[in-house]
């Protein structure tokens, strides 16, 4: 009897592992209209908190690139001293320490006409307040939050569930 307790303590742990969503929320910058000009990415950004473990998808044209840049070359809009780049048309950038990202397009006054973007990132649990985030999919029906389980914690948590039942 008590074996069985066991086992099924270890296969509920293993469950809450499994489906128990992590808290992080992954942002699509621009929501539909992506990362382009004649976006106010000030605006987008207004209604968002943004927590460590988050992430933003920039989706955008392979005519424009994404770099991250120090408070300065944002301000200035100054390219070429990026601390990040990218132009594959699909960056996701993970937000892994608190303090505010900068992030603008590289291409020759693109800056300059709005695209670009501060990002204050909160340290603490990542994002789980009903900021209605945009996904990384184009479907509307899709859902903000991302189902980020560790799979290697999925197969040891499985692996001493089983062991734990077979010793029982």
Known sequence: MGSSNVAMTCLSLVLCMVFVPSLATVYTVGDTSGWTTGVDYT????????????????NYPTS????EVSSGDYSSCTVGNSITTDNTGATTV????AGTHYFICGVLGHCGNGMKLAVKVESGS????????????????DTSSSWNVSPFMVVVITWV????MVIS
């Open 43 to 58: 605006v987008w950004t207004k209604d968002k908190t943004f927590k460590v473990g988050d992430s933003l998808v920039f």
């Open 64 to 67: 424009h690139t994404v770099d």
């Open 94 to 97: 993970a937000l892994k320490t």
């Open 126 to 141: 990542p994002s789980s307040s009903g900021d209605k985030p945009s996904t990384t999919t184009k479907s509307p029906a």
């Open 161 to 164: 569930a089983l062991f734990v």
